[in-house]
Every structure is written in structure tokens, then in C-alpha cells.
């Protein structure tokens, strides 16, 4: 931690509680991370936030290159003299928000991303991650332990989010990481998040048509399905009921006790005459 400090007090830089900058200082949880990516010397890595280049360093180290997308231009130049006095030439940083970046970011060569991401962005970016035409081939993350433990949730504990990316990949808690392991410390601990991406493509039609049918489903998560999508989607409770049963499900049920497979078939049976 102390290494911590004295950078930023060298800098004159205050940790932004606003971009949700809070450094991880633990070189165990460093190097699981890394660990996790299962990383090559042929690897391509996105890392979202480096600030300080903690991580960024480890990083390097292990593979081909790095592209370090920072929104503190703060950071960037603690950055840059950090990497310059390590000797490491294998980065690229780019000064840019990351939800604009991914708008247009492009690359040959299959990637990974590996962050330590600023948590205020998370459902967000991971969504975005998993739905750009360019997706990397693994997401390592270090994400809110809460919201670890509601994307890798199963049946009768499902969420929206959970649905969303078990939709596109399958999401895996590597371990629980304590929030003394930052500093400054966040509010709340960590886990260390690995998220294969499917290779399976679903056409834009039926993508749509499935968050449709799964937004409508959660929209009042303690209502029964039957209740959910009939208004929500404007159709007849009958016709609600005989589409439910027609995929053994109870209209009783709540949208929390649906796995993926389960939205999948309504999205495959639906019929759009009310």
C-alpha cells in the first residue's frame, strides 16, 4: 500500500471516488487474476482502468500486448513513467471512456479482457463486452462480490443481469477477494469473475425478441409470470397460459425461477397474434 501512496503523493493525485478508483495493492490477488486469464506470449489483451498500472505491469510480462483504456488522464501519465521505468513497450494506453471506445474498437486477432474494473460500470460494460460484433474470446474481472454471486445465479435465485449474460456466456466465480485488498478500500468485498463467451450466434431477431420476452417476465419480479407477461406484453392471460404449459412451465412461477433454457423456449414458441 505504501507503494500505492507514494506514487500518487509523488504525482500529487487523489484517488476519484467519482471514476470509482480504488487500487488493488494485493500482489496474491494480482497473480490470481492473472493466473485465471490463462494467459500466452500470443495473447492480445483490452485492460479497462489501469490507473496506476498495478496490474498492467503483470499483465505485460505475459503476453504479446496490452491496450490500456484509462478515462483519468491523471492516470495516464503516472502510467506512462511507470511502464518507462519498468521497461515495458508492449502496451498501448488509450485515453478514452470505454463504453465509447468499444463503439468502434476493432482488432485482427482474438482478445482477452482483464480488469480491474470500476464498479459503477459493471452490468453495463459486461453487457456490452458480450454483445459487440468484435467480442473477446474471455473476460477476467474483478467485480462487487454481490453482483458475482447474481450473474453466476441459478434457478430459484435468477435476476435479469444473471439472464442476460448467461444468455451470451458462461460466468464462474474464481474467488471472494476482501476489500482490504484495495486501497482505498471500497465499501464492499470483491470476487474475481471468469466469463467464457459461447461461440453460439443468435440472430438480432431472435436476441430481441428473447430480452423482450425476459424484460416483460422480470418486470415485477415478485408477480407470477402469467401476470408479467400478460400485461406487459398486452396478450390474454388464456393465450399467456397455454404458451406457459406448452413449455412445462407454471403460470404460478416467478421469472426468478426460469433458467436461460427456459426463456430460450418462450422465445422459440412465441406466437405475436394477442
Known sequence: MSNV????????VHPLKRLGQNFLIDKKVLKKIVES???TKRDFVLEIGPGIGNLTVELAKKV???IAVEKDKRMIEILKERLKEEGIENVEIVNENILKFLSFF??????????????YLTSRLIRNLLEIKNKPKLIVLMVQKEVAQRICAKPPKMSLLAVAVQFYAKPEIISFVSKKSFWPPPKVDSAIIKI???????QSHFRDLFFKIVKAGFSRPRKQLINNLSKTLGF???KVKAWLLQNKILPTQRAESLSVEDWKKLAKTFKNEK
Request: charged content about 35%.
Open 196 to 202: 467464457n463467451p459461447t461461440k453460439k450466434f443468435y
Open 37 to 39: 486469464a490463462e494467459l
Open 64 to 66: 504479446k500486448k496490452v
Open 106 to 119: 476493432k482488432l485482427a486477432t482474438p482478445y482477452k479482457v482483464v480488469a480491474n474494473i470500476p464498479y
Open 236 to 238: 390474454d392471460k388464456n
Open 5 to 12: 501512496k507514494e506514487i500518487l503523493r509523488k504525482y500529487q
